[in-house]
């Protein structure tokens, strides 16, 4: 796990208005970020500016983001929930 993973800060920015995400991104978390790095930081804080409802639709639905980076970190976080 990254020393940004165990951050409470990070913790409290994956908290969502959604039960859904929030146990879809808790459950990340505590695998320890798996497929994440420093480097995946700016990216993972873009992710977690998204609105519910589009982060939703990546991470509960069929849609993904256009954004390679983002992508990755859905890729990543979706790889868990599996």
């Known amino acids: ?16 208005g959604m039960k859904e995400l929030d146990v879809v991104l808790e459950r990340w978390l505590e695998a320890g970020c798996p497929g994440a790095d420093e480097s995946s930081l700016p990216a993972l804080e873009r992710l977690l500016d998204a609105p519910d409802p589009e982060l939703a639709g990546w991470l509960l639905g069929p849609g993904r983001p256009a954004d390679p980076a983002l992508r990755a970190i859905v890729d990543a976080i979706l790889a868990v929930r599996r």
């Open 1 to 16: 796990m990254t020393a940004w993973a165990a951050s409470g800060r990070l913790r409290w920015r994956c908290r969502r």
